[in-house]
């Protein structure tokens, strides 16, 4: 399989600098792992949202997108669990 590309939008950037330091490693190497397998067993799609998907590590949800022709990880929001579904692509 390809290797996919992973885009971090500013939102998920921001959302990054907001987290709890010791969950950080934990998000980026599964963040990255994405870009071998986009779709991994424990991922789900997103109701509603076009191609978007979410993972869970620990507190937090990684939402994103995956573009197939274009082997794109588009990486929208890093959020605690809480609060990463009230708005996904604000």
């Known amino acids: 399989m390809d290797s996919f590309r992973i885009l971090w939008k500013s939102s998920s950037e921001h959302d990054i600098k907001r987290i709890d330091r ?15 397998n986009p779709f ?18 620990g507190l937090y949800r990684v939402i994103y997108q995956v573009d197939t022709t274009e082997k794109i990880i588009t990486v929208y929001h890093v959020r605690h669990r809480k609060d990463a579904y009230s708005s996904p692509f604000e």
């Open 40 to 57: 991994p067993s424990w991922s789900r799609k997103l109701k509603g949202l076009y191609r978007s998907y979410r993972i869970r590590i």
């Open 22 to 36: 010791q969950y950080i490693p934990r998000i980026l190497d599964a963040v990255e792992a994405l870009a071998t």
